[in-house]
C-alpha cells in the first residue's frame, strides 16, 4: 500500500487547509484511512480515523474543528482544517490499517506533510 498525502502549508490562526490523500496497491475492505500527527519530540498521535462503513473517530482536541472524509471508490481520505490554532502545528501523516487476520493486514504510513500555524 502507497500512500501520497498533499495539501500542507502555512496558515495563520484562525484559518483553515485542506489535506488529501491517495491510496494505491492493494486496498482491500475493511480497512481505515485516517491522519496521524506529530511533533519533534513527541509521539505520533492519532488526529482522525475513518473506517470504510463510515466510521469516524477524532481526537478531542480537534472535535468541532476537523472533518474527515473518504472517497472509497478512489481509496482517498481528505481532512478538512478549520479554525486552526499554533497547537495544530505539526507534521501530519497520513495513515491506513487492515486488521490482522486479513490479507494484507497491517499499518502503512505516507510522507508527512508540515502545517504551520502562526499567531
Known amino acids: 500500500v502507497q500512500l501520497q498525502a498533499s495539501g500542507g502549508g502555512l496558515v495563520q490562526a484562525g484559518g483553515s487547509l485542506t489535506l488529501s490523500c491517495a491510496a494505491s496497491g492493494n486496498i482491500w475492505k475493511p480497512n481505515k484511512l485516517g491522519w496521524y500527527r506529530q511533533t519533534p519530540g513527541q509521539q505520533r498521535d492519532m488526529v482522525a480515523t475513518m473506517k470504510s462503513d463510515g466510521t469516524t473517530n477524532y481526537a478531542d482536541s480537534v472535535k468541532g474543528r476537523f472533518t474527515i472524509s473518504r472517497d472509497n471508490a478512489k481509496n482517498m481520505v481528505t481532512l478538512q482544517m478549520n479554525s486552526l490554532e499554533r497547537e495544530d502545528t505539526a507534521v501530519y501523516y497520513c495513515?491506513?490499517?487492515?486488521?490482522?487476520?486479513?490479507?494484507?493486514?497491517?499499518?502503512?504510513w505516507g510522507q508527512g506533510t508540515q502545517v504551520t500555524v502562526s499567531s
Open positions: 495513515y491506513y490499517w487492515r486488521a490482522p487476520g486479513y490479507s494484507n493486514a497491517g499499518t502503512f
